[in-house]
């Protein structure tokens, strides 16, 4: 493939064409997965350009989650980003096996606990109404991508917290043990930068990009909420997307 020239004339920024170009390359596999990247004093030479525009196009890719650095050796290609379809009500192992990955859970803790006021409202508990607490790493061959909390009326599934939950689904585990049913969901996604424990626990830098979600499901009557559960994702990882139609 002809490589692509960056036009000095354009109003576009320097820094920003090149990162297109390394961006094309990326996306079309014609720098795949792992793969070094040029250096700034290649990319300097190459476009003749300034080792600071070469350096803001790489940062730019880093920050968007299409390379990553190994201090010392350079920038190479990332792992392409795992998608989420926010249109269909789907479990994280769902999701990975419809990827061809293999699912995968640490649990951090599990217990029966009461809630604050805030949760209790959004679950609409009846007085001292206790919850399933369930926080685990969830990952994909292995990798960890995603901290994952979730609140759960026991009621509807009394004796649940006995089960191991390190090896299986919890949607399908309320279904074939409980016979409980999920019906719709209130999700929303917002961004943020990872906290110590965070980073510590899914292997990436404090600071880096996060996608945090919370989710409200209800049974299928579309009115009894059942699960509120809260995650937060690894942004160089994943990506969510939702299609909209007229």
């Known amino acids: 493939m002809e490589e692509a020239e960056v036009n ?35 990319l300097e030479n190459r476009h003749g350009i300034s080792r600071m ?5 790489l940062t730019e890719l880093e920050s968007e989650g299409y390379v990553y650095r190994e201090q010392g050796k350079g920038s190479y290609v990332a792992e392409p980003k795992l998608r989420q379809a926010l249109s269909k009500l789907t479990s994280f192992t769902e999701d990975m096996r419809d990827r061809g990955l293999e699912p995968g859970a640490k649990v951090i803790s599990k217990e029966l606990i009461t809630v604050e006021d ?65 019906g719709r969901a209130e999700q929303s996604v917002e961004a943020n930068l990872a906290s110590k424990f965070e980073a510590d626990v899914l292997g990436v830098e404090k600071g880096s990009p996060m996608l945090t979600t919370e989710r409200l499901t209800f049974l299928t009557d579309g009115e009894t909420p059942i699960e509120l559960a809260r995650s937060t994702y690894r942004g160089d990882r994943y990506k969510m997307m939702v299609e909209l139609r007229r």
């Open 53 to 57: 525009t070469a350096r803001r196009a």
């Open 118 to 182: 805030q949760l209790s409202d959004k679950l609409m508990l009846d007085d001292e109404e206790k919850v399933f607490m369930l926080r685990r790493i969830r990952l994909a061959d292995n990798e960890p991508l995603a901290i994952e909390t979730s609140y759960l009326r026991s009621k509807f599934c009394p004796g649940i917290e006995e089960f191991n939950f390190h090896d299986r689904s919890l949607y399908n585990t309320l279904k074939s043990e409980f016979g409980v049913n999920l």
């Open 8 to 42: 000095k004339d354009s109003p576009v920024p320097l820094y920003y064409q090149i990162k297109e170009i390394l961006k094309e390359k990326i996306e079309s596999g014609v720098l795949e997965p792992n793969e070094r990247l040029p250096s700034e004093r290649d």
